[in-house]
């Protein structure tokens, strides 16, 4: 059974920090990329990061680089996203998604095998 857990979430206030964390289970983890995708109510999902655990490649988008850091633990099948100096404007639920193919860019590749975890919101106060 393919299984991605996401966990990490929660209410802090602007400039602080949050890790979130992706246990994937049930698939060849090596052979996936992972990547985070964000979507705050009333908006479009937003691609936040995605890492290759192929080549070990990371990206990211603009309005997350430099505060955000993706890094992935193959030996646990854990995908982290350490989330620093946060703005209200990161609001959303966070989901951990992964894809048989190496990142395009800061979200996995769109395919017919691209798994998603069920979410964990992250709320920045102002």
């Known amino acids: 059974e393919v299984q991605l857990v996401e966990s990490g979430g929660g209410l802090v206030q602007a400039g602080g920090s949050l890790r979130l964390s992706c246990a994937a289970s049930?698939?060849?983890?090596?052979?996936?990329?992972i990547g985070w995708i964000r979507q705050a109510p009333g908006k479009e999902r937003e691609g936040v990061s995605c890492i290759s655990n192929s080549d070990g490649n990371t990206y990211y988008s603009d309005s997350v680089k430099g505060r955000f850091t993706i890094s992935s633990d193959n030996a646990k099948n854990t995908v982290y996203l350490q989330m620093n100096s946060l703005k209200p404007e990161d609001t959303a639920v966070y989901y951990c998604t992964a894809g048989y193919s190496i990142c395009p860019g800061p979200v996995v590749a769109d395919g017919s095998d691209v798994y998603w975890g069920k979410g964990t919101l992250v709320t920045v106060s102002s």
């Open positions: 049930g698939f060849t983890f090596d052979d996936y990329s």
